[in-house]
């Protein structure tokens, strides 16, 4: 039985393309609440990656995640129509981050400790997993200003002007952050990060 494709979609039925992020911010203030949970599931899970990239530790990370989304949600009619609300969720992610690293700072009295990263990735052959292993040990073990710089560079693909504005420091300071960070990372991986960051 065969099964023919079609070239255009039969007549009444229109393609509807997903809306723009713009689109369901007028939506969600116009009362759709609908509209806010689209948003929600577009970004949920590179939010919860910055949250845990800066904090560590997978409970928490959900929690501050979960705390953004609720500050977003509240003060939806505060942004700036025209902005992207990728660099927006990313800032409120990242200060709620910086006020909970702050808050364990201030009871413990030291930096936060280093956590294994307990995702499991797809199956990978031993030598890519380890390499990968490595890299990931390599990138906790970076200061936190530069772990969060090579997080929303490389890992969630953000350019410098945004991550200046998640993280409120000027462009030269991302670059500086950047470049340094690179350097950690060569001096650490020794000859496979030649590939890696590069």
Known sequence: MGVALLAEPPAGFETVA?????????LALAGRGDAFGMLVERYER??????????????????????????????????????KFATWIFTI??????????????????????????????????????????????????PEKYRIVITLFHLQGKQYEEIADVLGLPLGTVKTHLFRAKDLLRAALGPTAQRRTT
């Open 18 to 26: 997903a809306p723009t992020d713009d689109d369901l911010i007028a």
């Open 46 to 83: 590179a939010v919860y990656h910055l949250a845990y990239r800066t904090l560590r530790e997978g409970e928490e990370a959900k929690d501050a995640a979960q705390e953004a989304w609720i500050k977003a949600y509240r003060a939806l009619a505060s942004f700036r129509p025209g902005a």
């Open 93 to 142: 992610c990242y200060r709620v981050c910086c006020d909970r690293l702050a808050k364990r700072k201030r009871f413990t009295g030291d930096e936060p400790p280093d956590f294994a990263d307990p995702s499991d990735g797809p199956e990978r052959s031993y030598e890519a997993a380890e390499e990968a292993a490595r890299l990931r040990a390599a990138i906790e073990a970076l």
